[in-house]
């Protein structure tokens, strides 16, 4: 009978450390996870640790008697004990390190350590192999231990708002990784082992000192979206024509005077911002991306558009505004899908008659150019509710601007007109008119009050 109770207990006993073993093991898939108890203290969490998933120890300034005593200074080491742990949230405290034991943490998945005051990371940080996401913005961080390639598993990585002034050779290693950003720092380059990095996605490292990027760049093969704005880029590799996933490329507030031929191999590019930039002249092939909805321009030096951008047929949104364009070529009108034509602040003194064809145009803004008549074509965008012609040398309107039915506001001040054609009554949704600073007689303003006596018109 003992015998048979004792084996009972053997077999019990071998039973429960199996599940416990089991427990250690188990990593859940992100739902699974998010359904699982979260413990906010640590004390609570040490007394029973198996059953410790996911523990939220970040602090945000304040509790509800205004005291900052939650705030955690200093990790203790016991945070070591907890090794079913796959969630750990320390994000909004004042942690100057971590301690060793972070690295017993076999399990944990997740990571979040925003806003603290960092300096440096404990080498066992590299044992943490089932890591997925490691969150570190918003600290002091100079430089990362190289035992961080260890983190073989990881998959998010963001490092931004800190102080590296070099790009950390041991993110290079890190196979695994999809999405990197490190934007506001104060790197001046990235090494040409970025390229190694075959599975990224999602590379953000704007507001930075970078002056070029490597050519290497062109391993990125699976790269969907790339943010280098708010650097020092005076020129583009031509590698960066092999990026062929890409979607979303921002460029805006460099130094390129010039773009790449190669860029019009980027054939599933979607959004493409080059404003702020001291762009001359468009490569013809940038006719290449069929796929481009968005194209910024603004603040650029150009004086001409290759004709190639009338291949840009899936274009919605255009903007060329604060450039020295002279002319745009008739070919834009091929772009039927923009709603918006913005060229404000060009030295245009013409527009070609082919402007009629984009039926699909709500808002046409040409302030600020040198145009001294408009294309009678112009009459046929019945689309068109606002008009912005301010700050040119018109003299008249065309007759033929009164078929613009959907016509609501009219901006013409800073010009020379003396009347509008006598057909304007019939834009009846007229609701502004904005004629100030031009040579409009007395008897013309009266004729104007009195057809709309509801609209807003300034003389």
């Known amino acids: 009978m003992f015998k048979k109770l004792a084996f009972c207990f053997f077999v019990l006993f071998i039973g429960i450390e199996h599940q416990v073993l089991l427990g250690q093991n188990q990593l859940f898939d992100s739902l699974t996870l998010s359904n699982q108890r979260v413990y906010i203290s640590l004390e609570d969490a ?27 200074t200093e990790l203790p080491e016991s945070i070591g004990k907890l090794y079913n742990l ?44 089932n890591l997925k996401r490691l969150n570190l913005e918003a600290n ?8 961080l390639k260890g983190l073989t598993s990881l998959v998010a990585l963001d490092l931004d708002h800190n102080s590296f002034n070099s790009f950390p050779e041991t ?31 999602n590379l953000e490292i704007w507001d930075n000192h970078i002056m070029t990027l490597p050519e290497e760049i062109a391993g990125l093969t699976n790269l969907l979206r790339l943010d280098v704005s708010s650097n020092s880029l005076t020129n583009l590799p031509a590698g960066i024509g092999k ?24 054939k599933s590019l979607m959004n493409v911002d080059l404003s702020y930039n001291v762009l001359s002249t468009l490569p013809a092939d940038i006719g290449n991306l069929a796929q481009l909805k968005i194209l910024d321009l603004t603040s650029n030096h150009l004086a001409s558009l290759p004709v190639s951008i009338g ?68 009459g046929k965008l019945a689309n068109v509710q ?15 601007i009164c078929t613009m039915s959907n016509l609501m506001a009219i901006e013409l001040q800073d010009n020379q007109i003396v009347k509008l054609p006598a057909c304007i009554n019939k834009i009846s ?31």
């Open 243 to 266: 990026l062929e996933k890409i979607t979303s490329l921002n460029l805006t507030e460099n130094s390129l005077p010039m773009l790449p031929s190669s860029i019009g191999n980027l």
């Open 171 to 201: 993110i290079t290693q890190l196979s695994n990784l999809e999405e990197l950003s490190m934007h506001s720092n104060s790197l001046q380059s990235l090494p040409s082992q970025i390229g190694s990095l075959k599975k990224l996605k």
């Open 140 to 147: 002091r961080l100079i430089f990362l231990p190289i035992e």
């Open 86 to 129: 796959q969630e750990l949230d320390l994000s909004d405290n004042q942690l100057t390190a971590l301690p060793k034991e972070i690295g017993d943490l076999k399990n944990l998945q997740y990571l979040y350590l925003q806003t603290n005051q960092l300096k440096s990371l404990p080498a066992t940080i590299g044992k943490l192999a």
């Open 311 to 378: 291949k840009l047929t899936n274009l919605e949104q255009l903007d060329l505004n604060i450039n020295k364009l002279a002319f745009i070529p008739k070919e834009i009108s091929n772009l039927s899908k923009i709603k918006e034509l913005v060229l404000f602040q060009n030295e245009l003194t013409a527009l070609p008659a082919e402007i009629g064809k984009m039926s699909n145009l709500v808002s046409i803004d040409l302030n600020t150019n040198k145009l001294a008549m408009l294309p009678s074509e112009i």
């Open 386 to 400: 606002v008009l912005v012609l301010w700050g040119n040398k018109l003299t008249s309107l065309p007759n033929e």
């Open 46 to 72: 040490l007394k029973e640790p198996e059953k410790v998933y996911r523990l939220d120890l970040s602090s945000y300034g304040t509790d509800t008697w205004g005291d900052k005593s939650s705030i955690l």
């Open 429 to 459: 949704n007229l609701i502004k008119i904005d004629l100030s600073h031009n040579k409009v007689a007395a008897e013309e303003k009266k004729r104007l009050t009195d057809l709309f006596p509801s609209a807003q018109l300034d003389f």
